[in-house]
Structures are given as C-alpha cells and as structure tokens.
C-alpha cells in the first residue's frame, strides 16, 4: 500500500508540520533573548540584570546585597529563597549566608582550620565553611591532577 495515497496521512503530515513549526517558533524566540534577566526593585524602581553579571550575594540581617563589579544593591529578601532563585544560572551556596557565582571564581584555597578560601573577580576572597564544602565540586565540568579532594 502506497503511504502517500492513504487517507490519514495529509492530516498527520500537516498536525507534524504545525508542531514543528510552533516548536521553531519558540526556539527562535529563546534565541533573541540574549540572557536572562533579573527584576529587582530599588529606589522605587524595577531594575533589570543579568544574573551573569552579579558576583556574589550575601545577607546582611533581613536583606541580601546584590555584588557585581559596578557596586550593590541591596533586597529585603532571604538568602536561601535568592540562593534558590540563582541556582539554575551558576550560583552556589558557600556559606550560610554567601552565594557566589561560579563563573566569577578563579581560585580556591584551603586553610588549616578545614575551611577553604575562594577569591573571585576583582580579587574579593570569601570563605567556603565545611558544611558547604561539598558544593566546590561543581566549579568545574573536570579536575585535572592529584590531590584535587576537598578534605573531609
């Protein structure tokens, strides 16, 4: 039997073509969007970011300071609910109250106490506790050498 001469087969090739098409459509619309973007509000304003851009954030008593190279800004917001917000863009949980964007690191170092230094862009060093130690894992896709373990 012929495949092209069978009743249903204009109805299903068209359905097809409809879905690929609205498919094409929202890839090329995710395609324009250059990055996403971040809505904070300051000063009465709405302010869009890109969460590329921000360093770090760390809580300052009921508030989080936004740092990226051009200054702050400081939300009423919880750490862990901002920490929960940036994790799908590259940020991880250093501290119990410091979130830092894993692309800005450019190195860790380890302290006697068990605890580790982590200096970003711009040369700002923070420090990496050992509850969230286990996180250092993901900065990078592969480590290469000996001795790449974080201590237990």
């Known amino acids: 039997m012929n495949l092209l001469a069978h009743p249903t087969f204009p109805r299903i090739a068209e359905e097809q073509t409809v879905k690929a098409m609205g ?17 904070i509000k300051v000063n009465g304003k709405i302010l869009f970011i890109n969460p590329g851009e921000v ?4 809580a300052d008593g009921n508030y989080v300071s936004l740092q990226w190279d051009a200054g ?12 929960a917000k940036l994790e ?3 940020f991880i949980r250093i501290h119990r109250s410091t979130v830092v964007n894993t692309s800005c690191v450019q190195e860790i170092r380890p302290y006697s106490t068990g605890e580790y230094g982590l200096r970003v ?17 993901s900065l990078a896709e592969f480590w290469i050498g000996r001795g790449m373990s974080f201590r237990d």
């Open 23 to 39: 498919a094409l459509s929202k890839l090329e619309e995710l395609a324009k969007r250059q990055s996403p973007r971040m809505a």
């Open 55 to 58: 360093v770090a954030v760390q």
């Open 72 to 83: 702050s800004h400081l939300l009423r917001e919880s750490i862990s609910v901002v920490a």
């Open 88 to 90: 799908p863009y590259g």
């Open 121 to 137: 862009e711009g040369g700002k060093e923070y420090v990496v506790t050992q509850t969230y130690k286990k996180n250092l894992k």
